[in-house]
Every structure is written in structure tokens, then in C-alpha cells.
């Protein structure tokens, strides 16, 4: 009887112990499934967001021109003919446009019709044609077929990027624009180009003139400003802070405040840069110098935590072995520990420079908000950075910068993954093992 009772409790174990393996193998199944889950909920979320972006955008990298045949009419722009510069640069460049398009598409068309056919080429086509007459004056008298970029309304008809049906409410051109678009295809007067000036420009009112370069540049100046501060103060901090601060309250105060500055919303650092750099040390508004400090800031905390990491990775034993050779702490950090953690610092350095490059509300506080056309010659110059001009593009009310929002973003994201391709080659090259 006993025997029988130990054979039925022990049945009754495993049977349990058969359950709650089960339970837990179920568990696990449904822990797998729901990471799974996750997973593929994020990258979807991210392909939707990169393919709007995308499908908004990459028409951003293309320019619709119109082919038209100009007579450089003495009359108009040298009428003394004594070939003055500034003469030439003051000719009405605009007329000859409208005369060349109401000769190929209205030759009897009134004012209005005139109108309507100067708002299908941009104001660039006069600019480029008084660039063309000032490089070489003796095209005046004579005749020439020029691809003219069109306005930002055709633009965006012609590329689908908004309604064509002649007749429809909410048309960006009119009916006769329309036909005379129809025209312009029917006889191959009409193309989409490589959009040069988007990468060759500055900001623009007129979308079809907007380009990128000048925030390029100004990215350019604050980030080099940001990393000729950050990285040396940030590589001295953390070697002292690893090597040879002593082990105290006061040191475990400063490393608690560097950790919690990692976290700090970053329009806090513009906060701080508006009351010290510009109200106090006075530096120039909108300027990458005061940007570049304001990202400085930012970066500090990243690249000492990174640094203390690649420092604490060095063994324990290079440092006794260059010890028992006599070398001095200065020498043993400087000659050997150092170089190995390098790699590592750099890797954070560059992490946090891809931070900084997308950081836009600090930048807005201290004012890179501003409307700059102009291409900045120094750190000293007002300029916007690629964050901020597609935030100012962002907000504009013209459909043509959805378009230029969507590929600036593009380029943006193309300099992030970018830089944080350099720092997974870089840790992947220089990386050891111990």
C-alpha cells in the first residue's frame, strides 16, 4: 500500500512538473511572439515614415525646364549700345522671357495672357539670362534656345505632385496655363533636370530657388566649432575623471551631474547658451560659433561617458606591465592606455556629433531661426543649419516646400547614417579583444 501511495504521489509530481514546464515553454512562446510583434511593428512604422518621405521628396532632386528661344533685343537691354555693365545688369530680362513665350504659345496675347505666361518660368530664367549677357555681351542681337526653370506652381503640376484636370477647383495653374503645358509636351519643350541649384543655393522665398547649401555650410561651421571644443575637454575629463581623480564624494557629485546631463532636454543647453554666450559674452546671433558652443555642450556628456567606457575596457595588466618598466601615471596613460582607448572615444565622438548635427530647438533659441539667403564665409556669418532650414521650410505655406522639406530631410538622414556608419567601421576596425 505504501509502494502503491509512493507511485501515485510520484506521478503526481512529474505530472506537475510536466504543467508548469509547459506553462513556462508557453511563456516563452508568447514573450518570442510578442518581441516578434514589436520588431516588425517598428520597422513597419519606420518604412511608412521613410516612404512618405521618400515619395514626397525625391522629386525634390529634379527641376522642370522650359525650352525657350530668346531674342536678346537690342532695344531692351543696351538700347545706346555702348555695352555699359551696369546698363546690362539692369535691362529688363523679364520682358524678353514673356516676349519669347507669347511668340511660341500667344503670339496675339493682352496683358493678362502675358501675365499668365511670365508665371510659368521663374524669376531664375531672368537672373540666369543677365548672367549670360554679362559673361558674353555679344549675344546681344542675336538669338538663342534656353532651358528656363519653370515656376514652382508648373513644377508641381508637371511632376504630379498636384491636381492637372482642366476645369477642377483648387488648380495651382489656370485653365490656358494648362493647355499651353499640354503644348509645351506635345513639342518635347518641356523636361525635368537635375536640380542644381537645390544643392547649390541658399534659402529661398520662391521654392523653385530654395537650396540647401547654405545650411550645409552652416551645419559645417558648427559642427567643426562642436568638435574642436567637445572633444578635447571631453577626452581630458574623462582620463582624469578614470585615471587620476581620487575616488571621493566630490568625484562621485561630478560623475552623478555628467550622467544626468546626458539626459537633459536639449532646448535646456539653448536656454543656457542664450543667457551666457549671447547675453553675456555677446556673440552673434544666428552665428555657427554660437551654435557650435550650444552643441558643444551637448556633445560633452556623451563623449565622457564613451570615454570613461573605452578607458575602463583597457586591461588592468597594461598598465602594471608599463608601470613595472618604470613608467611614470602621465606616461602610462599618455603612451599606452590612451592610444588603446581611442578607438572607443572616437566612436562616441562621432555618436555624439550625429546627435548634435539633428539638433534643432537648442539651435532656435539662440536665434538660427532667421531668414538667411546668403552663404555664410566664416563661423562669424549668420546662417541656418539642415535642421533648422527644413523646420523654417516645414512651416511655409507654399506647396513646392513639401517637396524641398521631404528631400532636405533625405540629405539629412544621409549625413546621419552616414556618420554613424563611420563609427560602427571605426569600432570595427580598431576594436580588440582582450
Known sequence: MTEMTEITSAVRTAETVAARLNRRYAAERRFRLLGLASIVLSAGFLVLLLGTVIAKGWTGFLQTQIAVEVAFDPQVIDPDGNRAPEVLDTADYPALVRNALAARLAPDADRGTRRDLSAMVSTMGAEQMRRMVAANPSVIGGRATLWLPASDKLDMVYKGQAPREVGADGNALSDRQLGWLAELEKTGQIRKAFNVQFFTGGDSRAPEQAGIWGAVVGSFFSLAVTLLISFPLGVATA??????????????????????????????????????????????????????????????????????????????????????????????????????????????????????????????????????????????????????????????????????TSAAIMVLLLFLVAMNMAAIMLRKKFERRW
Open 239 to 404: 582620463v582624469y575623471l578614470e585615471e587620476f581623480a581620487p575616488k571621493n564624494r566630490w568625484t562621485d557629485l561630478i560623475e552623478v551631474n555628467i550622467n544626468n546631463l546626458a539626459a537633459v532636454p536639449s532646448v535646456v543647453f539653448g536656454l543656457l547658451g542664450l543667457a551666457v554666450f549671447l547675453n553675456v559674452f555677446h556673440l552673434p546671433r544666428s552665428s555657427p560659433v554660437a551654435g557650435g558652443l550650444v552643441l558643444a555642450l551637448i556633445c560633452l556628456p556623451t563623449i565622457i561617458i564613451a570615454g570613461r567606457a573605452a578607458l575602463k575596457a583597457v586591461p588592468p595588466s597594461i598598465r602594471q606591465a608599463a608601470a613595472g618598466l618604470g613608467a611614470s601615471p602621465l606616461q602610462i596613460v599618455a603612451h599606452h592606455v590612451l592610444p588603446l582607448a581611442m578607438p572607443g572615444m572616437l566612436t562616441g565622438t562621432i555618436l555624439g556629433m550625429a546627435r548634435a548635427l539633428g539638433e534643432t530647438a537648442p539651435l532656435l533659441m539662440i536665434g538660427m531661426v532667421a531668414f538667411i539667403v546668403d552663404i555664410p564665409k566664416s563661423p562669424l556669418d549668420p546662417s541656418a543649419v539642415l535642421p533648422v532650414q527644413i523646420y523654417l521650410w516645414a512651416g511655409s505655406s507654399e506647396r513646392a516646400f513639401v517637396e524641398k
